[in-house]
């Protein structure tokens, strides 16, 4: 399963403070979760950032759960705001 998430980081004033931000949140998300996750669309604005990730199961519903707890864990940051996602099952 894939998940791309676009995130607005409004408190961002440079590029270096939303890299601060988005290697905080993909190291928390990838500690917590174990997933693979990287910046894939944006990397030149300063507010706003895609963030890409997949996981892999067997089991559909253990991967829905998953992205499911990251989401929330992503909305639960105050330091960004989630604009839009989309999952795939591959």
């Given at each position: 399963?894939?998940?791309?998430?676009?995130?607005?980081?409004?408190?961002?004033?440079?590029?270096k403070d939303k890299r601060q931000v988005l290697n905080s949140l993909k190291e928390r998300i990838r500690n917590r979760f174990n997933v693979s996750i990287a910046e894939v669309s944006d990397q030149e604005l300063w507010q706003r950032a895609g963030l890409g990730m997949a996981i892999v199961s067997t089991a559909t519903q253990h991967?829905?759960?998953?992205?499911?707890?990251?989401?929330?864990?992503?909305?639960g940051d105050y330091r960004v705001?989630?604009?839009?996602?989309?999952?795939e099952m591959l």
């Open positions: 399963m894939s998940c791309i998430v676009s995130l607005y980081i409004g408190d961002s004033r440079s590029l991967c829905d759960e998953i992205m499911a707890k990251i989401v929330n864990l992503i909305e705001q989630i604009i839009d996602y989309q999952t």
